[in-house]
């Protein structure tokens, strides 16, 4: 069987990884080629190194609290290199032209600015408030709105979301963001009762198996040399062919042939294929799809809105700064004046990414509101993030060094009603192109451990379709 995978970014590789490993349980003989555009691998994952330091353009590290990176990382023996947060992350909101500590806990809760007297006691309803009846898709700032009020909303949670997922609370989708907390509604009634729930439900799971408490995990993790280990690990436990700066430049389907797809690849090379897998942003899908399926599809594909960002990292002196933020990270909320989505502690959150007497902050810039920030020309966007940095926190001291990655665009922002949309699309391509597959951070979450986990459940779903016509076949 030829399966070709157009896409070497996380999802591209993991579905490659977990493809082969279960053919080989099932004794499928496969050969699996993956096509990506870019002259690397990693798709929004991208490390440099250089001169002693780590830099990242994409995502610099991936939560834990949702398993499937830190799995994967261990299943390809990565676990010694595994590197986690050393402290808990003091996280803060612009306020006023100043960093503003996020509470973090009932007391600090208690005292913060970002919340009136009225926010607060708003806040504290969360477990009393009735729970929504319609088990349909809201926008996840009516999620919160509901539950936790304007103010938490307007005030902490839709700068913090912005400054992520680069997008705005009230327009994305809750089941695709953070679907969990809908269903923590629906089973519990509320977000903090589902929390207690789930922690109840745990420790009586660990009990009934006698099993012993799992060792504490980071809340987030990365690996020593950057997120590209990962990626570079994964290409080196894949058996199949990896064309790399070779774009598919046509997709062709004729059901009367042995192997029904042909790939036309940019470098005149033609790929016959059984099988397909597309793993790329859902307006390169909606390209590659013109002409095969009906156009209601191609036409929701490409209307899945992305949003730039470019991040911009420097490097100071630490003898330079007089007072070197301790923070993970700082959001802006829309109603500063500064240009900056947000600023990360790189050097709070992952020490080891620089030398010892080097200090580095990551700047956002660009999103929803201001997207044409993130393509300033450099001269203009380096003297932009330098004086925000000055007027955040006082630095003027030169950088010692730069470093810019542009997304032009970045992340895809699911409206409501998107999963419905995506199950449907997946229906009518599993009616008219058959054994043709989506995966990706624009379908079912964006995070690392989203793409691995939608490109996992993908291999299942191919392994069962591929059982299914075997025993249909058999005499």
Same mark, same amino acid.
């Not at 809201?138 to 949670?157: A, K, Q, T």
């Not at 209601?296 to 809105?305: E, R």
């Not at 700082?330 to 050097?347: C, H």
């Given at each position: 069987?030829?399966?070709?995978?157009?896409?070497?970014?996380?999802?591209?590789?993991?579905?490659?990884?977990?493809?082969?490993?279960?053919?080989?349980?099932?004794?499928?003989?496969?050969?699996?080629?993956?096509?990506?555009?870019?002259?690397?691998?990693?798709?929004?994952?991208?490390?440099? !190194?250089?001169?002693?330091?780590?830099?990242?353009?994409?995502?610099?590290?991936?939560?834990?609290?949702?398993?499937?990176?830190?799995?994967?990382?261990?299943?390809?023996?990565?676990?010694? !290199?595994?590197?986690?947060?050393?402290?808990?992350?003091?996280?803060?909101?612009?306020?006023?032209?100043?960093?503003?500590?996020?509470?973090?806990?009932?007391?600090?809760?208690?005292?913060?600015?970002?919340?009136?007297?009225?926010?607060?006691?708003?806040?504290?309803?969360?477990?009393?408030?009735?729970?929504?009846?319609?088990?349909?898709?809201?926008?996840?700032?009516?999620?919160?709105?509901?539950?936790?009020?304007?103010?938490?909303?307007?005030?902490?949670?839709?700068?913090?979301?912005?400054?992520?997922?680069?997008?705005?609370?009230?327009?994305?989708?809750?089941?695709?963001?953070?679907?969990?907390?809908?269903?923590?509604?629906?089973?519990h009634g509320s977000v903090v009762k589902g929390m207690f729930g789930l922690m109840k439900e745990k420790r009586a799971a660990r009990k009934a198996s006698g099993e012993p408490r799992p060792a504490r995990k980071p809340a987030f993790a990365t690996l020593q040399n950057g997120l590209m280990e990962m990626i570079e690990t994964?290409?080196?436990?894949?058996?199949?062919?990896?064309?790399?700066?070779?774009?598919?430049?046509?997709?062709?389907?004729?059901?009367?042939?042995?192997?029904?797809?042909?790939?036309?690849?940019?470098?005149?090379?033609?790929?016959?294929?059984?099988?397909?897998?597309?793993?790329?942003?859902?307006?390169?899908?909606?390209?590659?799809?013109?002409?095969?399926?009906?156009?209601?599809?191609?036409?929701?594909?490409?209307?899945?809105?992305?949003?730039?960002?470019?991040?911009?990292?420097?490097?100071?002196?630490?003898?330079?700064?007089?007072?070197?933020?301790?923070?993970?990270?700082?959001?802006?909320?829309?109603?500063?004046?500064?240009?900056?989505?947000?600023?990360?502690?790189?050097?709070?959150?992952?020490?080891?990414?620089?030398?010892?007497?080097?200090?580095?902050?990551?700047?956002?810039?660009?999103?929803?509101?201001?997207?044409?920030?993130?393509?300033?020309?450099?001269?203009?966007?380096?003297?932009?993030?330098?004086?925000?940095?000055?007027?955040?926190?006082?630095?003027?001291?030169?950088?010692?060094?730069?470093?810019?990655?542009?997304?032009?665009?970045?992340?895809?922002?699911?409206?409501?009603?998107?999963?419905?949309?995506?199950?449907?699309?997946?229906?009518?391509?599993?009616?008219?192109?058959?054994?043709?597959?989506?995966?990706?951070?624009?379908?079912?979450?964006?995070?690392?451990?989203?793409?691995?986990?939608?490109? !996992?459940?993908?291999?299942?779903?191919?392994?069962?379709?591929?059982?299914?016509?075997?025993?249909?076949?058999?005499?």
């Amino acid at each position: 069987m030829n399966v070709v995978i157009v896409g070497g970014g996380i999802s591209g590789l993991a579905t490659a990884y977990y493809l082969e490993k279960e053919a080989r349980q099932n004794g499928i003989a496969l050969q699996a080629t993956i096509v990506e555009k870019a002259v690397q691998l990693g798709g929004k994952i991208a490390t440099q !190194r250089r001169d002693g330091y780590i830099f990242e353009g994409g995502p610099e590290s991936f939560v834990t609290r949702k398993p499937e990176a830190w799995e994967l990382c261990q299943e390809l023996g990565l676990q010694d !290199r595994l590197v986690g947060t050393t402290r808990p992350g003091k996280n803060y909101v612009l306020r006023n032209g100043r960093p503003a500590i996020v509470p973090s806990g009932p007391g600090t809760f208690l005292s913060t600015p970002l919340l009136s007297a009225s926010g607060k006691l708003r806040l504290l309803k969360e477990p009393f408030v009735k729970p929504r009846t319609d088990a349909s898709d809201e926008s996840l700032g009516d999620f919160l709105r509901r539950r936790l009020g304007n103010e938490m909303v307007d005030n902490i949670v839709k700068p913090a979301i912005g400054s992520v997922y680069l997008g705005d609370v009230d327009e994305m989708s809750v089941q695709v963001s953070f679907g969990r907390f809908a269903q923590m509604e629906q089973q519990h009634g509320s977000v903090v009762k589902g929390m207690f729930g789930l922690m109840k439900e745990k420790r009586a799971a660990r009990k009934a198996s006698g099993e012993p408490r799992p060792a504490r995990k980071p809340a987030f993790a990365t690996l020593q040399n950057g997120l590209m280990e990962m990626i570079e690990t994964l290409a080196d436990q894949i058996e199949g062919e990896i064309l790399l700066d070779t774009a598919v430049t046509n997709l062709h389907h004729d059901l009367t042939h042995a192997q029904p797809y042909a790939l036309s690849l940019s470098n005149g090379r033609t790929l016959r294929a059984d099988l397909v897998v597309l793993a790329t942003p859902t307006f390169v899908m909606a390209d590659l799809l013109q002409g095969l399926v009906e156009t209601a599809v191609t036409d929701q594909l490409h209307a899945i809105p992305y949003n730039p960002v470019t991040t911009v990292n420097f490097a100071f002196n630490r003898n330079e700064i007089a007072d070197p933020f301790d923070g993970f990270g700082v959001v802006v909320p829309e109603n500063e004046s500064s240009q900056l989505l947000a600023v990360e502690g790189m050097s709070a959150k992952f020490p080891h990414r620089a030398p010892d007497d080097q200090f580095v902050l990551r700047a956002f810039v660009g999103g929803q509101n201001e997207p044409e920030l993130a393509s300033l020309p450099e001269t203009e966007l380096i003297k932009l993030v330098r004086h925000e940095l000055e007027q955040i926190f006082g630095i003027a001291a030169q950088p010692t060094q730069i470093h810019i990655q542009r997304w032009l665009p970045a992340n895809p922002q699911p409206p409501v009603g998107h999963l419905v949309m995506i199950a449907q699309i997946e229906q009518t391509l599993a009616a008219h192109l058959p054994q043709l597959y989506l995966t990706g951070a624009g379908l079912r979450g964006q995070g690392i451990p989203d793409c691995i986990r939608q490109s !996992r459940n993908l291999v299942t779903q191919i392994m069962a379709n591929l059982q299914t016509k075997t025993e249909a076949l058999a005499p």
